[in-house]
């Protein structure tokens, strides 16, 4: 299977969560700032493209940013734990979307597209994943798509904010052409003026040079690497390191349906699917939800909640067929695609004590 991965940014994250909960800074430059120890001073973390377009930028100090000022600019000092939670919820939807997700800051994060088969279908899932960041939270970010970290990273900037730009594998070379190596990650100010000694500004001209010129100029762990993203190679794999919230297996059933016994079939299959992987999560678990999306495309979810946890597939596989049929009873309409969830996790620590105390 083809290799597709995505890099999600938020948009200017701090100024903008500020925004979403206070819509009156709309359209105003908004500047946040870290406040240091000392009075009216401190260092500004981020700002909006309003308070951009007057030159203030992350990393300056706030007498020079307030100087920079025009009368409507809104100051705000920073709020991590809001952004925090805020954080959490936006990586809970790409969750909801891909099995495993890599977050690199508190506003990025990358995720494997690869089970969604081909970039068509990896860029709907993107889009989706971006039309539920909008419309739950109310935030937006941009979003790029590539055989791998590197160029899903590059990709990202490309259509900030608010974008989304796919590079499919047999497009990586144009993209790379151009591209100056300042765009490449991991290259800083002294990387490129070391590059630049040796006529080096595009990514392309990395390539008149061998792999142990990189590595005289740049040492045995960055010169190969740069050497390999010169070509558009980048191996480095996504290593999940979020907590699940949930787990769902989804699916599209051959032809639109609202029998019962057709549509009961593939809810049992995916109760088998899901199931293995809840005993590979070690997790108790307590709700079960039932996702129907119509020929329609409407999406309507049923969930039931446990008081104790649900302890057996042959459990999970009544519950889910017993939400199919409330369903059906409840519509008329054509089932086209179907998934299970289940949500609202405690660890399994009793099971795994037991084993290491023999
Ligand atoms: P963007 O992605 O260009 O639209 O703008 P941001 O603001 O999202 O910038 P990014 O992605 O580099 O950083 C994400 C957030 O991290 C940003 O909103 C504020 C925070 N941040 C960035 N740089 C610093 C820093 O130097 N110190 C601290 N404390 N926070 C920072
Ligand atoms: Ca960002």
């Not at 990586?91 to 494997?112: L, M, N, T």
């Not at 989706?128 to 970290?149: D, F």
């Amino acid at each position: 299977m083809e290799r597709i991965i995505g890099l999600l940014d938020l948009d200017y994250f701090y100024a903008q969560c500020e925004i979403i909960r206070n819509h009156s800074l709309r359209g105003k430059p908004v500047v946040i700032v870290m406040p240091s120890i000392r009075e009216n001073s401190g260092v500004i973390v981020t700002c909006n493209y309003e308070a951009r377009a007057l030159k203030i930028k992350a990393g300056m100090s706030l007498a020079l940013a307030k100087k920079l000022a025009n009368s409507s600019t809104i100051f705000i000092n920073a709020d991590k734990e809001y952004y925090e939670e805020l954080s959490v919820k936006v990586f809970d939807i790409v969750d909801y979307f891909c099995e495993k997700v890599e977050q690199v800051s508190i506003d990025e994060a990358y995720f494997d597209l690869s089970n969604h088969v081909g970039y068509d279908r990896a860029q709907e899932v993107a889009l989706k994943i971006k039309q539920r960041i909008k419309s739950e939270l109310g935030l937006t970010c941009s979003i790029g798509v590539g055989p791998n970290k590197l160029i899903a990273k590059m990709a990202s900037s490309v259509k900030k904010p608010d974008g989304l730009f796919v590079v499919p594998s047999f497009e990586v070379d144009s993209f790379l052409s151009k591209c100056k190596v300042s765009d490449l990650m991991g290259v800083g100010e002294k990387t490129e003026i070391e590059f630049k000694k040796h006529g080096v500004v595009n990514v392309f001209d990395i390539r008149k040079f061998s792999e142990s010129d990189l590595i005289s100029w740049f040492g045995g762990a960055i010169g190969p690497r740069l050497y390999n993203f010169a070509f558009g190679v980048d191996e480095r794999v996504i290593e999940s390191n979020r907590e699940k919230k949930q787990l769902s297996r989804v699916m599209t059933i051959k032809e639109d349906s609202k029998d019962f016994e057709v549509v009961v079939g593939n809810v049992d299959f995916l109760v088998d699917l899901l199931y293995k992987k809840i005993l590979s999560f070690n997790k108790k678990f307590r709700t079960i939800s039932l996702i129907i999306v119509t020929d329609k495309m409407e999406t309507i979810t049923k969930s039931r909640t446990k008081s104790s946890d649900i302890s057996s597939v042959d459990e999970l596989k009544e519950i889910s067929r017993d939400l199919l049929k409330s369903f059906l009873s409840e519509s008329n309409a054509y089932i086209r695609r179907i998934g299970v969830r289940v949500s609202n996790f405690e660890e399994n620590t009793g099971f795994q004590k037991k084993l290491f105390d023999y």
